[in-house]
């Protein structure tokens, strides 16, 4: 199992790219969540199989359609199953 924390920077915000995050993950059964931050990146972090994590990550590097990603910040952290879903944070 493996965890990751990301940063995602570019037009993120403003283009659906939560609920497209959401929805990405849960079709990887991945838990976690994303959440918008102040400065205008995306944030997130994704919990689940490795193979799955690892598509969500490709994922990210794209977006929704509308998105224009510039760079992906991955952190990987200890695996701790704390989640139970994908949730989206405000």
């Known amino acids: ?18 609920a497209n995050t959401q929805k990405a ?5 991945l838990t976690g969540w994303v959440r918008n931050l102040p400065d205008g990146m ?10 799955d ?7 990210c590097k794209k977006g929704p359609p509308f998105a224009r990603v510039t760079d992906v910040e991955v952190i990987p952290e200890p695996f ?8 989206i944070r405000y």
């Open 1 to 18: 199992m493996k965890r990751i924390h990301v940063f995602i920077s570019g037009r993120v915000q403003g283009v659906f790219f939560r």
């Open 25 to 29: 993950a849960l079709s990887f059964n």
């Open 42 to 51: 995306v944030e997130a972090v994704f919990e689940g199989n490795e193979k």
């Open 53 to 59: 994590v690892n598509a969500m990550l490709e994922w």
């Open 80 to 87: 701790s199953g704390e989640f139970r879903q994908f949730s």
